[in-house]
């Protein structure tokens, strides 16, 4: 039987749940900036009593529910949104942070990750986000739908993985709005135990929590099959970050570093495996992107040719219309005259 320093009380907010065997996190530090308070205590469900845990700040706490659990070197919440009202999400510890968002669609707002560009997607349903331990996470958000998420939290020097490994020496990259298989399967099984309570399978907790440490070690040393590029392309979650980021960024002159950066690769490399890909170099597809977006514009016969130039990022509109003639032999305005 655990000794009581082992045990606390996994809990649902409003509502005490069953006692959990399982080993207190040290005390969280609070985001760096953040002016916040560094105690979890006043937005989790952990219990006052015991060691704190690593949590998100949620500003304000009041529009989310939440429900924990924690075992030896893991930790997790699911938090569902249940207001409207914009919020916004800071993290920064030395622990581990991948997020699971099961439904997160926000009318505006940006997602930030040391280290990486930031995103204003507005769709990032099913997809997961790294943030590896002392990088600083931030998130905003004006929902257009209520949202789910689950938030898990590996200690690097943890007994979740082989000791010999040496994981806490790994430096791991940070990865913003991915897809992986298993790691989505394995966050999904936890959040079902921490709905449950936390209590039972303790074993079963901690061995997901290995294949989390096992997988996210295999993401950051090379790629899965399913994500290895065909031919010297990029890869699958190569291709969809870039992609995605272009799709968000229509209007900014996008700079070739950085692109390589989201990919995590040289300029040189990714270039020649973007253009293997996608069939044409980045600027070029960015370029048909934008004019693939000014095509939807148009249709909308209260916009002015002048209104979408402006919005795409072009200097002027003579420029929005050689660029729109080169890559469909047409102008704006006889293509919106071709569509009535």
């Not at 040391?114 to 002392?134: E, I």
């Not at 979740?160 to 430096?171: I, K, M």
């Not at 950066?261 to 600027?283: D, N, T, V, W, Y």
């Not at 660029?323 to 032999?329: D, N, R």
């Amino acid at each position: 039987m655990s000794s009581p320093a082992t045990r606390v009380t996994a809990v649902q907010v409003g509502r005490s749940g069953p006692t959990a065997g399982i080993i207190p996190f040290p005390v969280k530090a609070a985001p760096e900036g953040w002016s916040g308070p560094a105690s979890a205590t006043a937005h989790t469900a952990w219990p006052a009593t015991e060691a704190l845990r690593p949590s998100v700040d949620i500003r304000p706490d009041g529009g989310v529910r939440r429900q924990a659990a924690a075992w030896s070197g893991l930790a997790g919440e699911v938090v569902r949104i249940i207001t409207h009202e914009p919020f916004e999400v800071a993290f920064q510890a030395p622990f581990h942070l991948l997020v699971a968002y099961e439904r997160a669609v926000r009318r505006e707002g940006e997602t930030i990750v040391r280290g990486l560009p930031r995103s204003t997607l507005h769709d990032f349903s099913q997809k997961l986000t790294f943030v590896p331990a002392g990088h600083s996470f931030r998130e905003t958000q004006h929902p257009r739908a209520l949202g789910r998420a689950t938030y898990l939290y590996i200690d690097p020097a943890g007994t979740l993985v082989d000791p010999d490994l040496h994981v806490d020496q790994v430096a791991l990259a940070p990865r913003l709005f991915f897809d992986n298989q298993v790691l989505w399967e394995t966050v999904l099984k936890l959040k079902a135990l921490i709905e449950l309570g936390g209590s039972s399978s303790r074993l079963y907790a901690e061995a997901l929590g290995a294949v989390l440490a096992y997988e996210l070690m295999r993401l950051n040393h090379g790629m899965t099959l399913a994500d290895r590029p065909a031919r010297g392309g990029l890869a699958g979650w190569q291709r969809r970050t870039v992609a995605e980021y272009v799709e968000e960024n229509l209007a900014e002159q996008l700079a070739l570093t950085t692109l390589a950066g989201l990919a995590r690769l040289s300029p040189f490399h990714f270039s020649r495996a973007f253009k293997r890909s996608f069939g044409i170099p980045p600027h070029r597809y960015h370029l048909n992107r934008r004019v693939e977006r000014a095509k939807t514009l148009l249709a909308q016969p209260a916009r002015s040719v002048t209104s979408i130039a402006v919005e795409l990022g072009f200097s002027e509109p003579g420029a929005f219309t050689a660029a729109f003639h080169k890559l469909t032999g047409q102008t704006p305005t006889d293509y919106r005259r071709s569509l009535t």
